[in-house]
Every structure is written in structure tokens, then in C-alpha cells.
């Protein structure tokens, strides 16, 4: 069968090894090609704003918010318009071109940075995952890719929020722009990816205080999950300023908004609390802590409490990893121990697309081990790289539950 397009980027990529005919979230392949070519002129931008920096010029935050955004747009399921993607690598190659004449060094510049755009859909043939051949590099390359997706994906939450931050820009962008580099190693980009790892925990840091510094520090709150009688709508997503919009709009129109997956956690919020319409097999010895949007699984079980304690306690979107990753981190303290990794907590990150990514990279920057990723093991890991990854860090997989729970020492 003729390969029309190629991604692996999500958990659920067909075969556990990658689309080829149409994506499996839908996406089609002439969107697929269009997304390749974005992340290409994108890592092209990223190079020229890294020889800015060098050369002391300073970029622009509208640049910053580009490349952010552009990401964005390419991980799964966020934005799968022929011509609005086609439009960003427009846009992208006209701020490309105007930066190219302030650079004064040209020569080690990528052939990504200089491209003119002459033929959008040839060029796209030629940039895809595939255009690696070595399947290690390219299968760090995709991680690294991936991880910075997720990243922006966050960074582009707080900028929303007013939240900057030039240190990380700069980095995502050198870092995006060296999965350019054909002069790095495997061994290059390995410690390139945990560095990844370690912005991504200032990335969920940023975004952390961005939240909190506009809808105050979340508290502990019962939602309710059922319905009412008004007309409703029902937001999903991470941009809690989106939210803040809509229940602005609909103030005292009778119209209540319902909160899916990843926005459930709003409620916890203060700031959200004074809109009236704005309407939630395991150890019994266990508390589950969550944050994304796998909660679904377990919210709505009547699993009781120990000791005064919820046996189920939601930190929030899958960006606030970071607080559990904080909750663990003080929990060591407390106890004296010398390694994370000595707590009785267990790591299971269901996955599915690029911001899991980046909240494992930060896990692992942070030290920990014996992490468990399901429902699959990524297709962009490769063989060697999988090892690596077992061998270093105790990465597994899922089985069953009972199995999985023997495996725990559960």
C-alpha cells in the first residue's frame, strides 16, 4: 500500500508503529505533510533567534509566542485546518526572512533557516520524521521534538496568562533547532533530552504560578458531576483563561458551563467559585493521586478515605504533574530518605500525546524510576533507545491489573 503520510507521535499511532495512509485521530495526510513543513520552517526560525541570542541581539516576544504557538498547533488533535497551518508557515517564513537579514553570521545557519518557501507541498515531501535515517537519532530527534511540543504547549498557556519567560524560550528554541544538527551524537542528544526534562519542570513551574497568581491557589473541593436543568455548554482543554471568558459571556443568561477532563480541575480555584452557573480495583490502603485526563477512569468511584484523607486527590491538568512531582519531593524530606525513589509511591502515566511526553522528561530530570507508561510504549522509541530508558531509568510498561499490582508490591 502506497505510504501516503507517516506520524507516530501519539499513543494511539496504528499498529503501535506508526500512520500511513490517514492518521488515526483523523488527521488527513495533506494536514500531516502541511504540520511537517510548520515544524520545519519552525526549527528554521529556531535557529536563526538561537544566532540572535548569540550574536546579543534580543528577540522579539512575538517571535517567542510564534514558535510556541506553532507547536502547538501540531500536537495531536489541536488543530487539523489545511489553511490555517498552511497560513502559519506563511507567516512564519515572512518573519523567517525578515530575521535572516539581521543575523550577521550566516555560514553554520541550517538549510531549514534559509529556505525560501518556493514549493510548499515538494518541500513538505522531503522534511517528514522519515527524512532521518538512522533510526536512533531519529528516534531521539522525534522524543526531543515531542517533549518541546508539549512544553510550548504550556508555555503557550501561561503567555495567555501574561507569563513570560526569555531563559526557557531560548532554550526550546536552541533545542529545537539542534534536532537540526547532524554533527550531534547519540550521546549528544540523550543529555540533550534531559535537559528537556529540566525545562519542562520550569515550564510547568511558569505555568503553575501563572494560574495561581490569577485564580488564587487551588483548594480542596468536591465537585459535583451531575447535571442541572439549564441549557449548557461544556468546555474542555487546558486554557483556564478560555474559561474565564466564557463564564464572563454567559453571567446571568441562564446558561450553566460544564467542565470536561482536563478543565475539571477549575473548580478548585477561587477565583471560579463566585460563578454561580459554573456547574465531578485499587488497595484499599492506597491514595491515588492524579493530575490529567485519565481521572475519568476513577472519579466517579466511591472509594472512601483513610484517616480523614480522600483516597482520591486530583492536583489538576497534566501540567501539574509538577505539584505531585513537588508532593514527593518534600515527602523525601520529611522522612530523611536520600532518594526519591525510596517512597512507597508508584508512577503510571497513561499517555497520549506530547504534553506526556514532556511531564515524563521532567520526571525523569527530577531523578525518578520504575515509572510505568501504558496503555502502549511509544512507536518513536527505537529499539536502543527503549533501552536505554530501561536500563537507566526502570521503564516498563502495563499488563493487567493484577499483575501490575504485584509488580508494585500492591
Not at 488543530?79 to 512564519?92: C, P, R, W
Not at 486527590?313 to 525513589?341: E, M, R
Request: a negative charge.
Amino acid at each position: 500500500m502506497e505510504q501516503k503520510m507517516f506520524c507516530y507521535q501519539c499513543q494511539e499511532t496504528a499498529g503501535c508503529k506508526g500512520c500511513t495512509a490517514c492518521g488515526v485521530c483523523g488527521k488527513q495526510p495533506k494536514v500531516a505533510a502541511m504540520q511537517d513543513l510548520l515544524v520545519y520552517v519552525t526549527k528554521g526560525l529556531s535557529a536563526l533567534t538561537t544566532q540572535l541570542r548569540a550574536e546579543g541581539q534580543a528577540v522579539d516576544k512575538a517571535v517567542n509566542h510564534l514558535i510556541s504557538v506553532n507547536l502547538f498547533i501540531t500536537i495531536t488533535n489541536a488543530n487539523f485546518d489545511l489553511d490555517s497551518i498552511t497560513a502559519k508557515v506563511t507567516e512564519t517564513l515572512a518573519v523567517k526572512e525578515e530575521l535572516l537579514g539581521q543575523v550577521q553570521n550566516k555560514e553554520s545557519l541550517p538549510e531549514a533557516a534559509l529556505w525560501n518557501g518556493s514549493d510548499y507541498t515538494e518541500k513538505a515531501k522531503t522534511v517528514g520524521v522519515l527524512a532521518t535515517e538512522n533510526e536512533d537519532i531519529r528516534s531521539l530527534r522525534e522524543l526531543i521534538t515531542y517533549g518541546l511540543k508539549g512544553l510550548a504547549a504550556y508555555t503557550k498557556h501561561a503567555n495567555a496568562l501574561l507569563n513570560d519567560d526569555e531563559e526557557l524560550d531560548a532554550f526550546l528554541q536552541s533545542a529545537l533547532a539542534k534536532t537540526l544538527d547532524d554533527r550531534l551524537s547519540v550521546d549528544d542528544l540523550v543529555d540533550l533530552t534531559l535537559e528537556v526534562g529540566k525545562y519542562g519542570v520550569q515550564g510547568m513551574a511558569d505555568l503553575d504560578a501563572a494560574n495561581t497568581t490569577a485564580y488564587g491557589n487551588p483548594e480542596i473541593t468536591t465537585v459535583d458531576i451531575g447535571v442541572r436543568k439549564n441549557p449548557a455548554i461544556l468546555i474542555s482543554g487546558h486554557d483556564l483563561k478560555d474559561l474565564e471568558m466564557l463564564l464572563e459571556q454567559t453571567k446571568d443568561t441562564g446558561v450553566d458551563v460544564y467542565t470536561h477532563s482536563e478543565m475539571l480541575p477549575a473548580h478548585y480555584y477561587p477565583f471560579f467559585k463566585k460563578y454561580p452557573h459554573f456547574a465531578e480495583k485499587l488497595p484499599k490502603d492506597t491514595v491515588i493521586l492524579t493530575a490529567g485526563c485519565a481521572k475519568y477512569k476513577y472519579n466517579k468511584l466511591n472509594l472512601g478515605g483513610i484517616g480523614g484523607i480522600p483516597r482520591v486527590l486530583d492536583a489538576g491538568q497534566c501540567n501539574d504533574s509538577y505539584s505531585l512531582a513537588l508532593i514527593a519531593l518534600k515527602l523525601k524530606k520529611v522522612f530523611g530518605l536520600d532518594d526519591v525513589n525510596d517512597l512507597p509511591i508508584v508512577y503510571n502515566i497513561s499517555w497520549y500525546e506530547q504534553k506526556a511526553v514532556i511531564v515524563l522528561l521532567a520526571l525523569l530530570y527530577l531523578g525518578v524510576k520504575n515509572i510505568h507508561l501504558g496503555p502502549t510504549l511509544p512507536a518513536f522509541l527505537s529499539p536502543n533507545l527503549a533501552k536505554v530508558l530501561v536500563d537507566s531509568f526502570g521503564i516498563a510498561g502495563i499488563t493487567n491489573v493484577d499483575d501490575d499490582m504485584r509488580i508494585f508490591g500492591l
